[in-house]
């Protein structure tokens, strides 16, 4: 049985921590952000104002909402606060979002599965406490507890009780399927933590997933998929894994499964 994400190796994805040389930086702000294109300069004062975001924030129902509308939002934050100047700078970019949205989520005691590992808990409760707030209240309201576990090379997010090598569930739990979601990490690699996490999002949001798939598509239309396995010969990724890389900042971003998929984490995690 292999019930969840079983390609979602994201403990041993390439050139996850970020790198800061100053042409990734330049690809990652036209990436995250949008280059510089004639709307930019029209209406200038409105677009600085802070009621210009809320706005579009307001008219966004993700039900219906397309890849140009989060592109946009990301643009007129971008516009406001520069924050593709402040990549890197965790506490600074929270202040920035607080500033529409609530931030800071915290997972109470109850919330945590028994058995929980403790060093890895702690890390995930770092991760949520620099996110939206609403991403752990999901997590609350839910009704299922989180289980925090450590595996030496791997790092996933699945639904229900998993054992830590991604393999079964773990049926000494009661309720294993329903009553829990595990997040699984090395402790070593930081990102890790944000990056499941954006799963745990993805899983309660399939309109995320809807949008994310829609801007891979819309860049990669054209394209054939490259084996993961060409692109990195070193890493141990089996031979039906494949992305459409287009000119992507990592290939990964072009990743997606029936259920989840990688851009908006890996948005996130650039920006770490
Ligand atoms: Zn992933």
């Known amino acids: 049985m292999y019930p969840f994400h079983p390609n979602c190796l994201c403990s041993i994805m390439p050139a996850e921590e970020r790198n800061s040389s100053v042409k990734t930086d330049n690809i990652l702000k036209k990436l995250l952000f949008g280059g510089k294109d004639k709307e930019d300069s029209d209406n200038n004062e409105l677009r600085l104002s802070k009621k210009y975001i809320d706005d579009l924030m307001k008219g966004i129902d993700l039900k219906t909402a397309t890849p140009d509308d989060i592109i946009k939002l990301g643009k007129a934050f971008n516009y406001r606060y520069n924050m593709s100047d402040n990549i890197g700078n965790k506490e600074k970019l929270k202040e920035m979002f607080a500033n529409h949205r609530e931030m800071g989520g915290v997972v109470p005691n109850n919330r945590w599965a028994k058995g929980s590992n403790k060093a890895i808990r702690k890390q995930l409760e770092e991760a949520f406490s620099y996110y939206p707030k609403d991403w752990a209240d999901t997590l609350n309201g839910s009704g299922r507890q989180m289980l925090a576990r450590k595996h030496p090379k791997r790092g996933f997010f699945s639904e229900g009780a998993a054992k830590a090598s991604g393999r079964e569930y773990d049926v000494k739990y009661d309720n294993y399927l329903d009553g ?43 394209e054939k998929p490259t084996r993961l396995l060409d692109i990195f010969p070193n890493l141990p990724y089996g031979p039906y894994e494949v992305v459409k890389k287009d000119n992507f900042i990592d290939p990964y971003i072009g990743k997606y499964y029936d259920d989840a998929a990688e851009v908006f984490i890996m948005g996130i995690q650039r920006t770490l």
Do not use: A, C
């Open 180 to 222: 829990y979601l595990t997040i699984v990490s090395t402790g070593v690699r930081k990102t890790t933590p944000y990056h499941e996490i954006g799963h745990m999002v993805e899983f309660f949001n399939k309109n995320l997933v809807r949008i994310e798939k829609e801007w891979v598509d819309q860049r990669t239309k054209d």
